[in-house]
């Protein structure tokens, strides 16, 4: 089990549609004595389900032997020893899909001929993929780091260290590589150069591996460093990007070298974590103008009734509301009750705007209370 690793998955998900398809997300708790809560807490969802099918005329004993397959993940320890902060759990036909949440969504259980995947969309939205530059003067790790994954970046550019560019560091021995390269330039081979020109020689090599770094690094994502971030410490960051074209890239400042590969995880989750959504932003006031001009709406028939229509471009939801109702397809028009009822005759509308948006390439953007206002959900139209 692990967090979502592609939009790909995202749109598996949203692409799916079969009756009788079980969506089970829950908040979960990652350490501690309050780690059993996540099976208790399971088993009395898996308790809706079967109260859903009995509802529709299946026995109690029949029901359960179609939910075998999750009974087995409500008895597994081990399986509810390593969670993350939330659980969403997909099941039809006998095949169960489960991912980690980087939220605590509500617990819900939903039965329908698609799956709830609002909270994973949600997810998707917030994350964000970063590639991660370390540099000290000896060496350069190029990583990724994307929901919640951080791990070294796949090329033969990197990791890169000065002995692949230049000469070895250190200065002593710098500088008797090069008095026993000497030779040609009217020298005498055995000559030992001065303190000063062995400092020279020195911050020229550093400037040559930086130049170097930067070069890789262009190769590496030919030119597009919107989402780098660079890790050292001021002098060496300072350095590069005098060296390089890396003025405007995002900087963390630290020493890489004392620290290992969870540590650096963590540093980087906090700094983005920590980042204003500037995209989010704009697409915010993109919103307002589109909804201003009649090429938007915060209606939520009207948002369904477009993303059939395949008309929505881009779809702002607040992942927390939840809004139960009917969806009649002959009208196209949405009735709201006040709680999902056991019989599946309600879904959660706002996940149906999520789930027939992304079928057409639309765009999920979860947002806040503040953006949104009291509505559950607004989009903007491709016309």
């Known amino acids: 089990m692990s967090a979502l690793q592609s939009t790909t998955q995202l749109d598996e998900l949203a692409n799916h ?30 308790s809706e389900v079967v109260v859903h099918f009995v509802s529709m005329g299946t026995s109690e004993h029949a029901a359960e032997e179609r939910i075998a397959a999750l009974r087995e993940y409500q008895r597994d320890n081990n399986f509810w020893q390593h969670q993350s902060e939330g659980l969403a759990l997909y099941f039809c036909d006998g095949q169960v899909s489960t991912l980690q949440l980087q939220h605590a969504p509500e617990p819900v259980v939903t039965i329908a001929d698609h799956y709830f995947i609002t909270p994973v969309a949600a997810d998707s939205s917030k994350s964000k993929q970063n590639s991660v530059l370390t540099v000290t003067w000896e060496e350069a790790k190029l990583y990724d780091s994307v929901q919640g994954r951080f791990e070294p970046h796949d090329c033969k550019q990197f990791p890169v260290g000065i002995r692949d560019v230049v000469l070895p560091p250190d200065p002593e021995e710098q500088l008797q590589v090069r008095t026993r390269a000497g030779g040609g330039n009217g020298m005498d081979a055995g000559m030992f150069h001065g303190h000063g020109e062995g400092e020279q020689m020195i911050e020229s090599d550093r400037k040559r591996f930086l130049a170097e770094v930067g070069r890789r690094l262009e190769d590496v994502f030919n030119r597009s460093l919107d989402n780098l971030i660079i890790i050292g410490t001021d002098e060496v960051i300072g350095h590069l990007k005098a060296t390089t074209e890396l003025s405007k890239a995002k900087t963390l400042t630290a020493s890489p070298a004392s620290m290992d590969q969870n540590q650096l995880s963590k540093r980087v989750e906090e700094f983005v974590s ?51 109702g009917c969806w009649n397809a002959d009208t196209q028009t949405a009735s709201i009750v006040e709680e999902q009822s056991n019989n599946g005759t309600s879904v959660e509308l706002v996940n149906l705007a999520v789930v027939l948006s992304l079928r057409t390439g639309a765009q999920v953007v979860a947002s806040v209370d503040s953006q949104l206002g009291q509505e559950p ?7």
């Open 274 to 324: 920590g980042e204003p959504d500037v995209g989010c932003a704009d697409r915010i006031e993109h919103l307002g103008n589109a909804i201003a001009h009649g090429k938007g709406s915060k209606d939520l028939t009207e948002i369904i009734r477009a993303a059939l229509e395949g008309r929505v471009s881009d779809l702002f939801i607040n992942p927390h509301q939840r809004i139960w």
């Open 17 to 46: 549609n079969q009756s009788d398809s079980i969506s089970i997300v829950m908040p979960t708790q990652q350490s501690g004595s309050q780690v059993q809560q996540n099976a208790i807490l399971f088993k009395n969802l898996l």
């Open 377 to 383: 959900a607004a989009a903007i139209f491709r016309y």
